[in-house]
T-cell receptor, first 108, second 114 residues
Framework: AQRVTQPEKLLSVFKGAPVELKCNYS??????LFWYVQYSRQRLQLLLR??SRESIKGFTADLNKGETSFHLKKPFAQEEDSAMYYC??????????FGKGTTLSVSS | DTGVSQNPRHKITKRGQNVTFRCDPI?????LYWYRQTLGQGPEFLTY????????KSRLLSDRFSAERPKGSFSTLEIQRTEQGDSAMYLC????????????FGPGTRLTVL
């Protein structure tokens, strides 16, 4: 069955520390993966899509088909990165399958 | 504001009442999605429209739920005979449905069933 797993409910780091938010997926076809972010009192918004291999706000994510992972990384966390992060898999012909999300808390 | 909009933002109702939510997608997006999100969970897919055609419904969408997109623009989601378990955030998203499949989300409607 198609599934997205985010093993960490909460990740707490200090400002300036590296961040890695884990995402693993299960999908029988060719995956199309996204990271969405939700800041406090704001709507869910797209952060990254794997297909464009971009860096947004210093975040990158690489699709590893061998490990079926799409971890989100940032070398130096900022306080404004504190938010809820969701990994999502596009299931062809239907919709996005979301993980349960990881709360990132960055403190000074 | 050219983003996805949803109304109302909050709805409190008594068990057994009917409620209807509206979603206005980004102009010219031909795909529209409804999701439900409960505490501690990511959004869960409910149903999906391509223009006015409802192409997919999740098993989460019981027969008390109905969705329409009559002219391929805005959409409504109706819940009949609400139950306390229907309390959740209902999210709408739209997508251009072309090269990329990313979706753009509205602010959601928070439903509380007393």
């Amino acid at each position: 069955a198609q599934r997205v797993t985010q093993p960490e409910k909460l990740l707490s780091v200090f400002k300036g520390a590296p961040v890695e938010l884990k995402c693993n997926y299960s999908y029988s076809g060719s995956p199309e993966l996204f990271w969405y972010v939700q800041y406090s009192r704001q709507r869910l918004q797209l952060l990254l899509r794997h297909i464009s291999r971009e860096s947004i706000k210093g975040f990158t994510a690489d699709l590893n088909k061998g490990e079926t992972s799409f971890h989100l990384k940032k070398p130096f966390a900022q306080e404004e990165d504190s938010a809820m992060y969701y990994c999502a898999l596009y299931q062809a012909g239907t919709a996005l399958i979301f993980g349960k999300g990881t709360t990132l808390s960055v403190s000074s | 504001d050219t983003g996805v909009s949803q109304n109302p933002r909050h709805k409190i109702t008594k068990r057994g009442q009917n409620v209807t939510f509206r979603c206005d997608p980004i102009s010219e997006h031909n795909r529209l999605y409804w999701y439900r999100q409960t505490l501690g969970q990511g959004p869960e897919f409910l149903t999906y429209f391509q223009n006015e055609a409802q192409l997919e419904k999740s098993r989460l969408l019981s027969d008390r739920f109905s969705a329409e997109r009559p002219k391929g623009s805005f959409s409504t989601l109706e819940i009949q005979r609400t139950e306390q378990g229907d309390s959740a955030m209902y999210l709408c998203a739209s997508s251009p449905g072309q090269l990329y499949n990313e979706q753009f989300f509205g602010p959601g409607t928070r439903l509380t069933v007393l």
